[in-house]
């Protein structure tokens, strides 16, 4: 490609983008008069839902493409800017868009761990890996491993690994395309996950990396808009400028003073000490549940006895009856009831401080949360730096230079995201704390009735010691509403709402897209083109990836049904066994010539397994199977296991590549090779 | 290809910019992560500095670090010879 058509190619993006974010606002706007004119909440929905993945598959469509590098890395011409967006929208995923305020909201300083780590983790990429991989130019993440250190064993493990993390995450994403288009539209979660099931594949399977880059450019501006657009408005309410984000320290300062009012609020002991009551008698009957079952039954049977023999009034008599009704069927079903109650515990604790980090009760609980926290980062941070949906963009742009000015892009549009997320956190629990906090439960704020009566799951508010008025302890809130609810807590009209949850469904359709590519290309070029039938031609290659594509997806959708466990851990275990398998071997292969295949081999699989055992021993869904239980080792949880699988991993690739012979010659002019971007002859 | 000495010249000050960079990210990120109950006794724009950080100081430096990185590579590309010409 000539440098004069790359040129004209950029200045037409910057031409057709421009359009079509000026279309966008006239379309939202549109939509706002409509609302206006009585469109209903449903329709509004509707409309969002269709438009948006109607546009994505018009992009794909439009994109559609049957050429092995158009369809592999887009042409490798996609500016440093454009493909920094598509990264931005590849990243963040539906746990970014929808659950990062709402963790930074319920845990405060403690989940700023994934801020950081989902940043950092960027350099990492920047320092040690775009740049290289650009210069390698090929098409996966295992084609690298597979030149730098020869042979199909090491090329098998990478496609394990990647096929493996890439699939824990995607499953995650496509629940949150069925969460997000059930909740919005009404329609069933199995329908929600069909539709945008079918906008991700006419997407990806028409038109590959190229579509799957031009669609990821256009979500992340709807992403981006949507995300900041309640933010604005709710920083302009609060702090009277439409910059939040560097003004929400005074935000911050009035929520501790507020913290410290609700701590000694006397009505709020009231509620705490009701919770800390039951927690304590759940706690003693569980002691001797036989006994404790027995005991409660005689009693509320003596009651209705006595009230009924002196004559009580009816409603007494009911009253009594009905209690008597409620009381649990058995013994088991009891004991179930007390185990819940016992988890009161938690309602009855004081508020924590927003901005305090590693809560705890001494001083060895304090230092556990902080190597959690530091856990945590550590992970994520390098996990980014070593899944391959990820890296795979870096091998899209036209040259090693674009690729470094890319990353820097891509974690600009990163963070403007995630420099927000903490804002939106205190500013919504501010808000909560001086417009929900001593409102009446006759007169609650208009979104807090609306969201408790949608989904209790997310907001449950219930007058436990029946004043009549809101006690910050009598309210529980579920993460994912914080994001959802913002438009409403801010006072915006519907159409912002619906804007919201469009950018919801792009980032997690986004991310989907790349991931799915990514499995489809490590079975399709790795696994078939380069190990089974190296002739095969590239119009084969390329259908054979798109069939692939379609089962991957209908695979992930009929995993994603069986709705497994805990969203969160999947994320964090993605990440700890990515950074645990790719990272040294990568970043060896560039910076240190001596490491070779057997080292490569044994490293990687010591890594992954390291990582594999201790989240087998540890987290209670394996645990519980059957998996002999182990003490966390220094006390980190199951989802940092990448603490200890990456230095094992880096270690033993080391050690190994020593005791057994230098590679050969060949290898070692391809890692000189990546290491310049321009080797001329002298 | 026989490397020159100008080569291993461009590779060895690449290997000194990264560990430059490495060791900033590696100070705003854990060693400010391990004294962030500490740094919360410093107020900074209204923010406890601890907070600040992680919420938003890490990220701007991190945004700064890659910037410094491409920069300082395209030149350095240039400057020993080994860039790409104007294709990018």
């Known amino acids: ?682 | 290809m026989e490397l020159s000495q100008r080569h291993h010249e461009y590779w060895r000050k690449n290997l000194v910019i990264t560990a430059v960079l490495l060791s900033i990210w590696f100070v705003v990120t854990f060693v400010e992560g391990w004294y962030a109950r500490e740094l919360n006794a410093i107020t900074f724009l209204g923010f406890p500095l601890g907070f600040y950080m992680s919420a938003q100081g890490s990220l701007v430096i991190y945004v700064v670090i890659i910037w410094i990185y491409a920069n300082y590579m395209g030149k350095l590309d240039k400057e020993f010879d080994v860039d790409e010409g104007d294709l990018g």
Not at chain 1, 50 to 58: D, K
Not at chain 1, 383 to 408: C, D, K, N, W
Not at chain 1, 460 to 470: E, P
Not at chain 1, 493 to 506: C, D, E, Q, R, T
């Open chain 1, 1 to 682: 490609m000539s440098a004069f058509s790359q040129k004209a190619f950029n200045t037409q993006l910057k031409k057709t983008y421009s359009w079509y974010v000026g279309g966008f606002l006239i379309f939202l706007v549109a939509l706002a008069i409509a609302e206006q004119m009585g469109l209903s909440k449903a329709w509004i929905g509707y409309v969002f839902l269709f438009a948006t993945v109607a546009l994505y598959a018009g992009i794909g469509i439009m994109s559609r493409t049957a050429e092995v590098s158009e369809y592999y890395v887009a042409g490798r011409r996609v500016p440093a800017l454009f493909n920094g967006m598509a990264t931005g929208a590849d990243w963040m995923s539906a746990a970014s868009f929808i659950g990062m305020a709402g963790t930074l909201f319920l845990s405060g300083f403690d989940g700023l761990a994934f801020v950081m780590g989902w940043t950092g983790g960027y350099c990492l990429v920047a320092l040690f890996l775009a740049p290289y991989l650009r210069k390698f130019g090929q098409f996966t993440i295992p084609d690298f491993l597979g030149a730098r250190y020869g042979g199909n064993i090491i090329r098998t493990i990478g496609i394990i690994a990647a096929i493996t993390c890439s699939f824990v995450y995607v499953v995650a994403q496509i629940y949150g395309v069925g969460l997000i288009t059930s909740r919005f539209t009404g329609l069933e979660f199995g329908i929600g996950v069909f539709v945008g099931l079918g906008g991700i594949l006419v997407c990806s399977m028409l038109g590959g990396m190229k579509a799957v880059t031009w669609t990821q450019v256009a979500q992340y501006i709807i992403l981006i808009i949507a995300y900041m657009t309640p933010v604005v408005w709710l920083g302009i309410k609060h702090t009277g400028i439409p910059v939040p984000q560097i003004a929400y320290g005074v935000t911050l300062q009035k929520v501790g003073e507020l913290e410290k009012k609700i701590n000694a609020d006397p009505k709020e002991l009231e509620v705490r000490k009701i919770f800390k009551d039951k927690a304590d008698a759940a706690n003693a009957s569980l002691k001797d549940p036989a006994k404790a079952y027995a005991d409660g039954k005689t009693k509320l049977e003596q009651n209705v006895a006595s009230l009924k023999a002196a004559n009580a009034p009816a409603d007494q008599v009911s009253a009594a009856e009905k209690a008597l009704d409620a009381y649990p069927k058995d013994e088991a079903a009891a004991k179930g009831q007390w185990t819940k109650e016992k988890g009161l515990t938690a309602r009855a604790a004081p508020v924590r401080a927003h901005a305090d980090p590693y809560p705890g009760k001494d001083e060895a609980a304090r230092y556990t949360a902080k190597l959690n926290f530091l856990g945590i980062v550590f992970c994520m941070m390098f996990g980014t730096a070593a899944l391959p949906h990820i890296l795979m963009r870096y091998y899209t742009t036209p040259s090693v230079q674009e690729a470094r000015v890319s990353v820097f892009w891509s974690l600009f549009f990163i963070f403007l995201l995630y420099f927000t997320a903490p804002c939106l956190a205190v500013l919504a629990k501010f808000d909560m704390f001086t417009n929900l906090v001593g409102s009446s439960f006759a007169s609650l704020p208009a979104w807090a009735a609306a969201w408790a009566k949608v989904d209790p799951s997310l907001l449950n508010i219930t007058d436990i010691n029946k004043d009549g008025i809101v006690q910050w302890a009598e309210v529980v809130i579920g993460g994912d509403l914080i994001v959802l609810a913002t438009p409403e807590i801010a006072g915006l009209p519907y159409v912002v709402s619906g804007l919201v949850a469009a950018g919801g469904l792009a980032a997690a359709l986004s991310t989907a897209d790349g991931l799915l590519l990514t499995i489809a290309n490590a079975l399709s070029h790795d696994l078939y083109y380069k190990m089974i039938d190296t002739n095969a031609s590239t119009a084969r290659r390329v259908t054979i990836s798109k069939a692939l594509l379609v089962v991957v997806a209908i695979t992930a959708a009929w995993v994603t049904s069986l709705k497994p466990g805990d969203i969160l851990f999947l994320v964090g275990a993605a990440f700890s066994l990515a950074a645990s398998a790719f990272f040294p071997p990568l970043v060896l292969g560039v910076f240190w010539k001596r490491a070779n295949k057997w080292g490569a081999i044994i490293g990687m699989s010591t890594g992954l397994a390291v990582c594999l055992y201790y989240m087998m021993r540890t987290y209670p869904f394996f645990t519980n199977m059957g998996v002999p239980k182990m003490d966390l080792w220094f006390g980190l949880n199951p989802i940092s296991a990448g603490v200890f699988g990456l230095p094992i991993g880096l270690l033993t690739i080391i050690i190994v590549s020593m005791l057994t012979p230098a590679p050969d010659k060949e290898t070692q002019e391809l890692v000189e090779h990546v290491r310049y971007p321009n080797l001329k002859p002298a």
